[in-house]
């Protein structure tokens, strides 16, 4: 035979349950927007070092072309 008490026992629990649970669910996504935010920042960092690295390529070559003469040029 249930008592009354057990029942409102039985229904704290649950209802403890679930806000843990939801609490949980709340924390994770939480952490998992904070990393993607993260690797959104890094990806970009990693284009915008890669722009300047393909920039400083080109003037790179476009200086060692003026100032060394190719060889058909020498010619």
């Known amino acids: 035979m249930q008592l ?5 026992e039985n229904t704290l629990q649950v209802q403890t349950e679930n806000v843990s649970r939801s609490d949980s669910l709340l924390v994770a996504s939480l ?6 935010r993260t690797i959104r920042g890094v990806q970009v960092i990693t284009a915008v070092l890669l722009r300047y690295a393909m920039t400083g390529v080109c003037l790179t ?13 020498q010619n």
């Open 4 to 8: 009354p008490g057990d029942t409102m």
């Open 31 to 36: 952490i998992l927007m904070d990393a993607t």
């Open 61 to 73: 070559n476009c200086l060692m072309e003026w100032i060394v003469p190719t060889t058909a040029e």
